[in-house]
């Protein structure tokens, strides 16, 4: 299973090492020179390269069929042809065309089990494919940022409904929310000084509903991996909330310190806050590889959000630069430590299957048996 998966996650892995190289050159901070192309194409590598291969891989493994796997192949190649200046329109054209195709992913598990929290990321998937259109249209990316941020929180929130199972009597409102976030996206292109509050606006209404019911609130209380998910979680929603709150109040957000706070607060403060509390459970059900909690998972998280913090309140909000390059170097230190602690669990944790580094603790490697109407391969730990 891991070799027949792992091709499908190694460009997306790439695209994240590169995009981080990237953040980097932009920061003007020591970097490997891989390209000068880079900090040109950083943030699509990194959302689409990086995000979207990951959430094409999971949503593959849902569907069950060999098809499913188009996606994630169409975007990791796209991700990784848009570096060179040769293959750029053709890497650009397959993020187009694997956006599309995790969109019809999406459709096909909305037919297998009707489900509103599969709607919820196929709208996410449809924002991602019009992002991709848009820039192989040449529409520069900051004008594309919200339908980057609609793809992500929209993929995010359906698989919290999906996965974790919010706490929650009805999906309608996450739906609600998910169909005005949509529809007020090409708003904030036509018209940003109205669409992007609007945006806002809608944003903040989701991420207010979904830390509320959140099953999180509880299992903070809890221990182990339980309680270090749901630190990430609200976390991550925190973030969310700040990033809602500059589309709301700084008007139109397309340059200087409010974009590089909207930005990073949603990619580095909500994603990746995300991708690391479900990073221990997704990642052992889709490679089939054994992947023990380990405390250790603390370090890179604290550091991505004191780092985080750093950034936005001393180098954007108030102008020290010094606090914007050493907050962003230590943002990249945090995404590698997380790997690093992935990778030490992994090959420290083979024969120990489901064990956590706590002996009175066992973590299930692939979490408990699915409710009946999830289409996920495993249920994210509460």
């Known amino acids: 299973m891991l070799v027949r998966r792992l091709p499908f996650l190694l460009p ?3 695209a994240l090492v590169l995009g981080l190289d990237a953040g980097l050159q932009l920061l003007d901070v020591p970097a490997v020179p891989v390209s000068t192309r880079l900090p040109d194409v950083h943030g699509m590598l990194l959302v689409l390269g990086f995000v979207g291969t990951l959430v094409a891989v999971e949503r593959a493994v849902a569907l069950r069929r060999r098809p499913g796997h188009i ?3 169409l975007l990791g190649a796209g991700g990784l042809l848009v570096v060179p200046p040769t293959t750029a329109r053709l890497g650009q054209s397959l993020l187009v065309a694997g956006s599309v195709a995790l969109a019809l992913v999406h459709v096909a598990l909305w037919k297998r089990r009707r489900d509103d929290a599969v709607v919820v990321q196929a709208l996410g998937a449809v924002l991602a494919a019009g992002a991709a259109l848009l820039w192989l249209g040449s529409v520069p990316v900051p004008r594309l940022l919200p339908w980057l941020v609609g793809f992500v929180v929209l993929t995010i929130a359906g698989e919290r ?8 009597a009805r999906d309608e409102p996450v739906l609600l929310a998910g169909v005005g976030l949509a529809l007020s996206t090409p708003a904030t292109l036509l018209w940003p000084a109205v669409g992007q509050p609007v945006f806002g606006l809608v ?4 991420v207010g509903w979904l830390a509320t019911h959140d099953v999180a609130r509880r299992t903070v209380r809890s221990t182990g991996l339980p309680r270090f998910a749901a630190a990430c979680l ?10 809602a709150g500059v589309l709301v109040l700084a008007g139109p957000v397309l340059d200087g310190p409010a974009y590089d706070a909207l930005v990073h607060t949603v990619f580095l403060g909500f994603t990746m806050s995300m991708v690391m509390a479900h990073a221990p459970v997704i990642l052992p059900a889709v490679l089939r590889v054994p992947l023990p909690y380990r405390s250790a998972l603390y370090g890179p998280a604290a550091l991505l959000q004191v780092s985080l913090l ?7 909000a108030r102008g020290w630069e010094p606090a914007l390059r050493i907050g962003g170097a230590l943002n990249v230190g945090a995404v590698l430590g ?6 030490w669990s992994a090959v420290s944790g083979r024969g120990r299957r489901g064990v ?3 002996d009175d603790e066992p973590v299930p490697a692939t979490g408990p048996p699915l409710p009946p109407r999830s289409t996920a391969p495993l249920e994210v730990v509460r």
């Open 12 to 14: 997306g892995a790439v």
């Open 71 to 73: 996606a994630p192949a």
């Open 161 to 168: 409904l999906e996965l974790a199972r919010i706490d929650l």
């Open 203 to 206: 944003l903040l209404g989701l």
């Open 234 to 243: 609200l976390a991550g929603y925190a973030w969310l909330t700040v990033a």
């Open 310 to 316: 750093v950034r936005v309140a001393g180098g954007d």
């Open 338 to 343: 997380l790997v690093g602690v992935l990778i």
């Open 356 to 358: 956590s580094d706590r």
